[in-house]
């Protein structure tokens, strides 16, 4: 069973940086598009960030381009979202999703990934 697990959010001051991470057991991470998205309550989830492939196109959404880098590491069979220069808009869950290469859009990075992990709480706050 595909299964996605994140990691590494937590409580964090404006301007502070968190590295997020999504590991994969089962599964090969370097087969499919990876992407990060958030979630407040009440709001609909949000794309942040994605990867197409190993090789392939990266994609940011424009509130986090230039703070936000998402990478692979397909040795430990990771995806990470670093995020630099947090703001307190930044806080929400944080989920990572795997799918088929074509998911990985732009504009808009739409939340029609085939897995899911469970979240990550980022709070930035003073």
């Known amino acids: 069973q595909v299964q996605l697990v994140e990691s590494g959010g937590g409580l964090v001051q404006p301007g502070g940086s968190l590295r997020l991470s999504c590991a994969a057991s089962e599964f090969t991470l370097n087969a499919y598009a990876i992407g990060w998205f958030r979630q407040v309550p009440g709001k609909e989830r949000e794309g942040v960030s994605c990867?197409?492939?190993?090789?392939?196109?990266?994609y940011y959404a424009d509130s986090v381009k230039g703070r936000f880098s998402i990478s692979r590491d397909n040795g430990n069979n990771t995806v990470y979202l670093q995020m630099n220069s947090l703001k307190p808009e930044d806080t929400a869950v944080y989920y990572c999703?795997?799918?088929?290469?074509?998911?990985?859009?732009?504009?808009?990075?739409?939340?029609?990934?085939?897995?899911w992990g469970q979240g990550t709480q980022v709070t930035v706050s003073s």
């Open positions: 999703a795997a799918g088929s290469w074509w998911r990985c859009t732009a504009p808009t990075i739409k939340p029609n990934y085939d897995y």
């Open positions: 990867s197409s492939s190993p090789e392939g196109r990266t």
